[in-house]
């Protein structure tokens, strides 16, 4: 069993930054791939990047790609998401997600965190 708890969400302005945290415990969770997905009011959840159990392997959306990275620390406990240059459209609640694979779909996922806000002031 993994549970994960996000953190790092808040309000910022746009082309501002935030990094969120996705904490998991669990033994094993250094096995697993992490994703970040996001959801906006009224719309369906997605994709935004997943990273590999050992680091080597990234993926994202090709809406952050060049804004957003994720990485993952050494002893494998900690997932991170660094949004750089923030856009009003990025403002959504962001989900961590634990599955075997590193994947853009959502269905591969089989732990989830309960989100955490994130507002991009225009």
């Known amino acids: 069993q993994v549970q994960l708890v996000e953190s790092g969400g808040g309000l910022v302005q746009t082309g501002g930054s935030l990094r969120l945290s996705c904490a998991a415990s669990g033994r094993t969770f250094s096995t697993y791939a992490v994703g970040w997905f996001r959801q906006a009011p009224g719309k369906e959840r997605v994709f935004v990047a997943t990273i590999s159990w050992n680091g080597i392997t990234t993926f994202y959306d090709d809406s952050v790609k060049g804004r957003f990275t994720i990485s993952r620390d050494k002893a494998k406990t900690t997932v991170y998401l660094q949004m750089n240059s923030l856009k009003p459209e990025d403002t959504a609640v962001y989900y961590c997600?634990?599955?075997?694979?590193?994947?853009?779909?959502?269905?591969?996922?089989?732990?989830w965190g309960q989100g955490t806000q994130v507002t991009v002031s225009s």
């Open positions: 997600a634990a599955g075997r694979t590193p994947s853009y779909y959502i269905e591969t996922y089989n732990y």
